[in-house]
């Protein structure tokens, strides 16, 4: 089948690399210009996305991108005496098998397994999907497609094209992510300060060029458009000021015109995520929410569950059934889990924040070798994302991948 895939960052390459192994055809759109490389965040590979990059052959380089974080170190809001914390621990309790790396360098890996047999056409964009599969296009010519995948994020264009208006649900919470110059942060460390509601910190990584400041903040639901940057600068300085005067500097490189992310944490609630020829995958179908929720691993599965699907033959609108049903659990406790997850990283009282803190020292104790047994009596916790299974699809009369 010819089938087009609507965005290139961590979804669509990984499904696209599926496809072609399965024998079809496949170009990806992505709106930017370029691969995106430039003001990413920090995400979370667990076990099955880690599995999953390793059959495509890509572990080894994704390993050696890893942010390599292993300190933290927080300041409470109106104390002097920084926590600290072994981040290798906390990682040892959430997954057997895991990877923190730059979003868009995980992107440009994914990338790289799969430009050689894929097309990519950078800086365009869906306008229409017709129902006998003609897709229209903001710069290029009218072309037709046997299926339309969106794994354009959460704000979807081909889910608005095809879903309308879908359901949403707003955690109460705000992610925001500014580069600022290296010598802000420390490689392997990430530092920074909290107080109830709110949350900024620093860290570095030995090859990126410059740091990432990450905030993270409580508000009721903000009036702003989603590409409107200047007033995203706006609410952001309001949300910290008079946090620290250190906050205060790294708020300072806004207006240095470095890379800036802004966005809610907020879950898309649908449980189909197809009709007719069209798909969606990853945060375009199933965002749990921004960095509360696995929401990069679960893209990973997702996109490669749903070529899988579609490797098994038959009609696609089964294919696209037996995914939505392979994936609808396991979407449903990445939800539960985010929310529960918010409330603990964002505590909105000073106890709360205590709380939180005092919890990262009690597991930085904790001897490394009973870290592990501890969190595996719980997978429906810290444990949830490596208690997803990967299937294999190679031995339910798939095409067999490519090494």
């Not at 081909?158 to 359901?167: D, I, K, Q, S, T």
């Not at 047994?373 to 299974?389: C, E, I, T, Y």
Request: glycine residues 10%; contains cysteine.
């Amino acid at each position: 089948m010819r089938i087009l895939v609507s965005g290139a960052s961590v979804a669509g390459p990984v499904l696209a690399y599926w496809l072609v192994r399965y024998g079809h055809e496949v170009t990806v759109v992505e709106r930017s210009p370029v691969l995106r490389k430039t003001g990413g965040h920090a995400v979370d590979l667990f076990k099955p996305a880690m599995d999953i990059s390793e059959r495509m052959g890509v572990l080894e380089r994704v390993e050696s991108l890893a942010t390599g974080t292993t300190r933290l170190s927080f300041l409470r809001e109106g104390t002097r005496t920084p926590i600290t914390g072994d981040v290798t621990k906390i990682y040892a309790a959430a997954s057997d098998r895991h990877v923190e790396i730059m979003r868009d360098d995980l992107s440009e890996i994914y990338y790289d397994a799969t430009r050689a047999d894929v097309e990519y056409v950078f800086g365009d964009s869906v306008t229409s999907i017709g129902a006998d599969g003609e897709v229209t296009f903001e710069a290029g010519t009218p072309r037709r497609f046997d299926l339309v995948i969106g794994a354009d994020g959460l704000h979807s264009t081909v889910r608005r094209l095809v879903f309308g208006e879908v359901a949403k649900s707003f955690t109460g919470a705000y992610l925001a992510v500014l580069s600022v110059p290296r010598e802000e942060g420390v490689p392997g460390a990430m530092t920074g300060h909290i107080g109830p509601g709110r949350s900024a910190a620093v860290y570095g990584a030995r090859h990126l060029d410059d740091a990432r400041a990450v905030f993270l903040f409580r508000s009721p639901e903000l009036s702003y458009h989603h590409r409107d940057v200047a007033r995203q600068k706006e609410l952001l300085r309001e949300a910290f000021a008079r946090l620290h005067p250190q906050v205060d500097d790294w708020l300072s490189f806004l207006d240095a015109g470095g890379a800036f992310y802004f966005d809610s944490i907020t879950q898309l609630r649908e449980d189909t995520w197809s009709r007719g020829r069209v798909a969606l995958v990853g945060d375009a179908a199933y965002c749990p929410g921004p960095a509360i929720g696995g929401s990069t691993s679960l893209a990973v599965l997702g996109a490669y569950v749903l070529a899988g699907e579609l490797s098994r033959g038959g009609d696609h609108s089964a294919a696209f059934a037996r995914y939505e049903n392979e994936m609808r659990g396991i979407v449903h406790d990445s939800r539960a889990f985010a929310l529960g997850v918010a409330k603990t990283l964002i505590p909105a009282t000073r106890a709360g924040v205590w709380g939180l803190t005092r919890g990262m020292q009690v597991v930085t104790a904790l001897p490394s070798w009973l870290v592990r047994p501890l969190a595996k009596l719980n997978s429906k916790g810290v444990r949830m994302h490596d208690s997803f299974p990967v299937p294999d699809y190679g031995r339910q009369g798939a095409a067999t991948p490519a090494p």
